[in-house]
């Protein structure tokens, strides 16, 4: 289950409300709801939040929490254009496997991506082709 579908599922039962109550103070279908805290919906849209935050007056650790297990709960993941191809494969890799994972994988993963907090390390370098000099630059160049 999706931390967004944990706390929604939380924030749903300290209210003490049943899913059509939510579903109507919020404007939403009750099965739209009931998808979002078993976890097959994604997490939904901004305008949500905003409406959940207002309508059950929310202070700011409970915004948070909703929030934070919104941001984890993104399904998609976008590889930044200029990432050296071994991000591309790790990612290709976990895409291949995530459905398999053993817990101790997954506890070990967290581990790793962790442990760059713990260690000065410049990030993996971003490999580029170089551009072909021009015949200007050459002469430029050879001046220095």
């Known amino acids: ?7 929604l599922r939380e924030l749903r039962a300290t209210k003490r409300l049943r899913q059509s109550e939510v579903a109507e ?14 976890g097959i919906k994604g997490p939904p849209p901004e305008v949500f939040l905003e409406r ?5 007056d929310l202070d700011e650790a409970w915004e948070k929490r909703l929030r ?28 291949q ?5 053993h817990p101790a994988q997954i506890e070990l993963i967290r581990v790793a991506l962790n442990f760059t907090q713990a260690i000065a390390v410049e990030p993996a370098s971003t490999e580029r082709l170089r551009r072909r000099m021009s015949n200007k630059d050459r002469k430029e160049e050879g001046k220095n």
């Open 97 to 101: 496997q995530i459905d398999r994972l």
């Open 1 to 7: 289950m999706s931390p967004f579908a944990m706390t």
């Open 25 to 38: 103070l919020l404007g939403y279908e009750q099965t739209y709801i009931s998808a979002l805290e078993v």
């Open 68 to 95: 934070e297990a919104h941001v984890a709960s993104q399904r998609r993941i976008v590889i930044p254009a200029d990432a050296p191809e071994s991000v591309y494969r790790m990612v290709n890799e976990l895409r």
């Open 52 to 56: 959940a935050v207002r309508v059950f």
